[in-house]
């Protein structure tokens, strides 16, 4: 299986920051990539797909680069609304798998 | 509104089953693979099963393999989970997910199974 590794795994940022999360497979994946934001108690919500396609209705300060094996999510500026957990996913061979997640929290 | 809603997670003693069912709406349920995907509390999210879109293809994680099994019922727009022989480290939320180029676009609210006695 295709590990996928994100970095960090928690964090602390401001409201205007900007912040950028990283991702690296064990193997290449292509842009077989995509972003997921999940709040506490919900399900995850889709962010970017193939390594750099924003999802329909999700803001353009969420970004996403990479290909290969190492991928970023960028958030140009914060908003409350965007502390949440983190994960990227590569469907390029099954079994599909995740990052173990970044939590973005409040500093 | 393009909806998916799980139903039929509880409290299943160690080695019995359940049968899980997400019921799509809002959209073609027949034109799109389907996915499980799991969360154990306090936990990241692990993919579990898929089926294409006529039911003929599925696949499955190594460790649900052969207890495991996904279906569809493209007429009724539902989706279903059976789990048998049921362990602790079953234990978790379950999602089902729509598959668009096998992300993830569409997730119901999740369904908790708990495994224990």
């Known amino acids: 299986a295709i590990r996928m590794t994100q970095s960090p795994s928690s964090f602390s940022a401001s409201t205007g920051d900007r912040v950028t999360i990283t991702c690296r497979a064990s193997?290449?994946?292509?842009?077989?990539l995509a972003w997921y934001q999940q709040k506490p108690g919900k399900a995850p919500k889709l962010l970017i797909y193939?390594?750099?396609t924003l999802q329909s209705g999700v803001p353009s300060r969420f970004s996403g680069s990479g290909s290969g094996t190492d991928f970023t999510l960028t958030i140009s500026c914060l908003q409350s609304e965007d502390f949440a957990t983190y994960y990227c996913?590569?469907?390029?061979?099954?079994?599909?798998?995740f990052g173990q997640g970044t939590r973005l929290e409040i500093k | 509104e393009v909806q998916l809603v799980e139903s039929g997670g509880g409290l299943v003693q160690p080695g019995g089953s359940l049968r899980l069912s997400c019921a799509a709406s809002?959209?073609?349920?027949?034109?799109?693979?389907m996915h499980w995907v799991r969360q154990a509390p306090g936990k990241g999210l692990v993919w579990v099963s898929r089926?294409?879109?006529?039911?003929?293809?599925?696949s499955y994680a190594d460790s649900v393999k052969g207890r495991f099994t996904i279906s569809r019922d493209n007429a009724k727009n539902t989706l279903y989970l059976q789990m048998n022989s049921l362990r602790a480290e079953d234990t978790a939320v379950y999602y089902c997910?729509?598959?668009?180029?096998?992300?993830?676009?569409?997730w119901g609210q999740g369904t908790m199974v708990t495994v224990s006695s």
């Open positions: 997910a729509r598959g668009i180029e096998e992300a993830f676009d569409i």
């Open positions: 809002g959209f073609t349920f027949s034109s799109y693979w």
């Open positions: 089926i294409n879109s006529d039911g003929s293809s599925t």
């Open positions: 193997q290449g994946i292509s842009s077989y």
């Open positions: 193939a390594a750099s």
């Open positions: 996913q590569q469907y390029y061979s099954y079994p599909i798998t």
